[in-house]
């Protein structure tokens, strides 16, 4: 459960496409991130960045080379990179049943863990206390989790990966559905990440949101036109 222990990334002459016989949508990234590193990516829309999010994880078919901790995901099985990096898609699909049960899974934390968890990820910051529609780990959970907002599933799914003290995490915000608000409260809880030398990835919609980034990726048509410092771009 404690791989990758720092995560640091190496990425080389990574190329993604959807089908194998499909059009490249990623074209031979290279780039390195340390561990505890926070860095956010821009770029237009179709420009690649959840292409990208996915290639991490090698959830579509990929070229090319990419090493957590120094490990190359091509000699780990899926399974282990998916337990040790932790991926939110724009729309996270939840578990039917209870909050609980979304973030424990295996039933292996107390209440006060997953109750802490969805403190430091925000979802308090955003739901006020007398407020009846308030989630608790008791809550009751569609199946995928549609009788949440989009941006409460992006909360639940990154208390899931706190609970899991996943190293790299990989945060594809929603676009339109993201209001400013949540937009802020998941930024400043992916900030206290960084006490724990989590390497945090976030695709963002808006510059302002990942402006105090270490480094801003931009992508176009599947390439890095630019990473660096945001004072540098
Ligand atoms: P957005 O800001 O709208 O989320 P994006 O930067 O995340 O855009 P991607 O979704 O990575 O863009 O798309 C990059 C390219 O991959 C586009 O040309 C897109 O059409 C293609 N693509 C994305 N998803 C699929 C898919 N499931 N099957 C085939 N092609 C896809
Ligand atoms: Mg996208």
């Known amino acids: 459960a404690h791989w990758p222990s720092s995560g640091a990334l190496r ?28 860095i956010g990516v821009v770029g237009r829309t179709g420009s690649g960045k959840s292409s990208l999010t996915l290639a991490l994880l090698r959830c579509i078919p990929t070229q090319g080379n990419v090493w957590y901790d120094g490990l190359d ?57 007398d407020d009846e529609s308030r989630l608790t780990l008791d809550s009751a959970i569609a199946r995928g989790g549609n009788n949440l907002s989009v941006g409460q599933r992006q909360i639940v799914a990154l208390a899931r990966a706190m ?3 996943s190293k790299v995490l990989i945060l594809d915000e929603a ?5 400013y608000k949540t937009d802020a409260v998941i930024q400043a809880s992916l900030r206290t990440q960084l006490a724990k030398d989590v390497t945090v990835i976030t695709v963002a919609h808006r510059l302002q949101t990942i402006m105090d980034s270490d480094r801003i990726m931009v992508l176009d048509a599947g390439n890095i036109v630019e990473f660096d410092a945001p004072s540098a771009l």
């Open 163 to 165: 609970v899991r003290d």
């Open 73 to 129: 995901t091509a000699e780990l099985n899926l399974e282990s990179v998916r337990g040790g990096v932790t991926i939110i898609p724009q729309v996270p699909e939840l578990l039917s049943g209870t909050l609980r049960r979304n973030l424990d899974p295996f039933d292996q934390f107390d209440d006060a863990v997953l109750n802490g968890a969805l403190r430091d990820a925000g979802l308090f910051a955003l739901q006020g206390t």
């Open 11 to 38: 990425v080389e002459k990574l190329s993604a496409r959807y089908a194998l016989d499909g059009p490249r949508v990623l074209h031979n990234l290279s780039f390195t991130l340390n561990s505890g590193e926070r």
């Open 175 to 179: 676009t339109s559905a993201i209001d």
